[in-house]
């Protein structure tokens, strides 16, 4: 059975950093693409950032270019590094995988097969 497992997530102030990881397990040989998602209290689930099988392709939202970024140290293991922490970034941040689907072409939630339970970032100014 496939597992997304989040951890790393906290109480920050503005300007701070966190690291964010996930670890993916369930289906040994396989290399999933990953990605990160938020939701914040009251607001859709938006994409963060997504990085592909091998590490050499990565995607981010606008809303976190230059602040965040995203790496995998090996097949399973996937960091979400968060700069320059705003309050507006507090959300629960999810990990999610691509183990089915094709590449993702607008990095939406239903390109995504699996999901974690996600983990709170608070940022408070």
């Known amino acids: 059975q496939v597992q997304l497992v989040e951890s790393g997530g906290g109480l920050v102030q503005a300007g701070g950093s966190l690291r964010l990881s996930c670890s993916f397990s369930?289906?040994?040989?396989?290399?999933?693409?990953m990605g990160w998602f938020r939701q914040a209290p009251g607001k859709a689930r938006e994409f963060v950032a997504h990085?592909?099988?091998?590490?050499?392709?990565t995607h981010y939202a606008d809303s976190v270019k230059g602040r965040f970024a995203i790496s995998r140290d090996n097949a399973n293991t996937v960091y979400l590094y968060m700069n320059n922490l705003k309050p507006e970034d507090t959300a629960v941040y999810y990990c999610a995988a691509i183990v089915w689907g094709p590449v993702p072409t607008s990095f939406g939630v239903n390109e995504y097969d699996y999901w974690g339970q996600g983990t709170q970032v608070t940022v408070f100014a």
């Open positions: 369930g289906r040994a040989g396989t290399t999933p693409a």
């Open positions: 990085i592909s099988w091998s590490g050499d392709f």
